[in-house]
């Protein structure tokens, strides 16, 4: 008898460790299981370079995305994806002493050296912020303008990133994205795939615009209409633009 009531809790603890197992190997991270999984790869972060500082500018990189997003003093802006911080130097001069630049990354490592930097600059008006893959964690109702320069097809869960980006947004907010038009396991997005995702959690495209200094191409988006709930959420599949061969 006293053998057989110390089964039970060994048995299911044992279930319990069986299911908690198969969950934490779906290969997902816990907060994006919610939602939709992406019908397409992801390129790993691997910190690809698109040029030192002084090429981007040299290429006017920097000047053309701040004009096209239309950045103005007293702005408050997140650099998402911020990596060395080429954007974060750049808007926190645009902005001025007024406004406000939240620089993310999800790689501490990378966020401790920009941190370095802000302070070796001394960028007063800028926080740094670490982030995660399915979370950007940011503030409800705080951005102007949020950017994601080169790095969107890097997000492993877009639908659960994006659905939680798009509170952050102040109304008349954008979104800002600048990608390569090539697949996604080949550090680019195709257009059309990127705009069904955004389309997908409540984003309408309101300005495209391809420019050889941005080595790609140039998206805004803003807030429409309600937030699908998750389940809600359907899963783009385009055609020929979403695998690299």
Known sequence: MFAHRALVPVVLMLA???????????????????????????????????GTEED??????????????????????????????????????????????????????????????????????VSIKLGTGADPSLPPRSFD???????????????????????????DGKVIVVESDRATGAHGIPPALLFCEMASVGFRLTEFVRKPELQGYYAQFEAVGTRPAPEKITPCRVPGGTRAD
């Not at 007293?74 to 954007?87: E, K």
């Not at 401790?112 to 302070?119: I, S």
């Not at 303008?145 to 639908?159: D, G, K, Q, T």
Request: hydrophobic letters at 40%; proline letters at 7%.
């Open 16 to 50: 319990l460790c069986a299911c908690e197992q198969r969950v934490a190997d779906d290969g997902r991270a816990p907060g994006a299981r919610d939602f939709p999984a992406a019908d397409r790869p992801f390129s790993q972060v691997t910190g690809a370079s698109f």
């Open 56 to 125: 981007r500018d040299r290429l006017g990189e920097g000047k053309a995305v701040m004009d096209l997003a239309g950045i103005e003093p007293g702005m408050t802006v997140a650099d998402i994806g911020a990596g060395g911080g080429y954007y974060t130097v750049r808007l926190s001069a645009q902005v001025g002493p007024k406004g406000r630049v939240l620089a993310e990354d999800i790689d501490p490592q990378v966020t401790e050296a920009l941190g370095t930097r802000v302070m070796r600059e001394g960028l007063e008006n």
């Open 145 to 171: 303008r949020i950017f994601m320069v080169h790095m969107y097809h890097e997000v492993a869960e877009p639908y659960a990133f994006l659905w939680r980006l798009r509170p952050a947004l102040r109304p």
